[in-house]
């Protein structure tokens, strides 16, 4: 190990990796049976070193379903992180549940993934009694914005303990957008910090784009999924793992 590395690792801590294992689900219920198994997976992710893992129970249930949380859950030790709409649908699961994270997120039925951040500046009504319940419940809050400091202010103003920067807009740029938008990450990840936050980050993320965002020093997880299972089609789950978690550990 050079002495460059060793003062990198003394410079910023272990950036964690939360894997979202929902499109195994996806490709489970394509069939309609039990293959493959979520469970499998979030066991592989343990195996290749991931920190936690990630599902979106959508309302639709169109990959992760409800049987599938208390299953998850108890596969492995790694912390869950469930995404979640603010809806009392999803706050009931979540309290019954009681995960050790969830992520606030807006869904519409119709968008194929989760396409912009939350508004948690215009939605302070909604999101107020959503988030102190949860905070209540001992689970941990976070909000999945867009890299925005009138949206890190509402976070501060719901008293949610996490922010999850979008990194939609950074991995889908071209040219000259592509350092405006890590700019934006950078600086908005140093913002939470200041103010108390703990900024995670994710979306779009693959072995091509990290690198950039898991050098911010302040950014504390990362949450990737589409690209770490549409690789392991490829190369296995456990490799696909591990050279995500080689390319996040190599940039810090
Ligand atoms: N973080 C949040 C809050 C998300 O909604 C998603 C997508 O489900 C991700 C991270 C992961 O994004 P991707 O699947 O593009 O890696």
Redesign the pocket.
């Known amino acids: 190990m050079t002495l460059q590395h060793t003062q990198k690792e003394r410079s910023a801590p272990r950036l964690r990796l939360?894997v979202?294992i929902?499109?195994v689900a996806t490709i489970r219920n394509a069939r309609g049976g039990n293959h493959p198994d979520p469970v499998r997976a979030a066991q592989i992710v343990a195996a290749a070193g991931g920190d936690g893992l990630?599902v979106?129970l959508r309302e639709d249930r169109r990959h992760i379903r409800d049987d599938d949380l208390a299953r998850v859950i108890e596969a492995t030790g790694l912390p869950l992180n469930l995404?979640m709409a603010a809806t009392d649908e999803m706050l009931e699961i979540a309290l019954r549940f009681r995960p050790h994270a969830a992520?606030i997120?807006p869904e519409r039925r119709e968008e194929r993934?989760?396409e912009g951040g939350l508004d948690a500046a215009g939605q302070h009504n909604r999101l107020a009694p959503i988030v102190s319940r949860l905070v209540d419940a001992g689970v941990r809050v976070?909000l999945?914005i867009a890299p925005d400091p009138v949206q890190i202010e509402a976070a501060m103003r719901l008293g949610a303990p996490v922010v999850?920067l979008?990194t939609?807009e950074y991995?889908h740029a071209e040219d000259d957008q592509v350092a405006i938008e890590l700019r934006r990450i950078t600086d908005m990840a140093a913002l939470a910090v200041k103010n108390g936050i703990e900024p995670?980050a994710?979306?779009?993320?693959t072995y091509e784009n990290v690198s950039p965002i898991a050098a911010i020093p302040q950014l504390a997880e990362l949450?990737?999924?589409?690209?770490?299972?549409g690789e392991s089609i490829f190369v296995g789950l456990d490799a696909s793992v591990r050279r995500m978690r080689d390319l996040m550990d190599d940039a810090r």
Do not use: K, P, Q, R
């Open positions: 939360g979202n929902d499109h990630t979106h995404e992520c997120v993934t989760t976070s999945f999850e979008h939609g991995a995670h994710g979306h779009g993320l949450n990737i999924g589409h690209y770490l299972i």
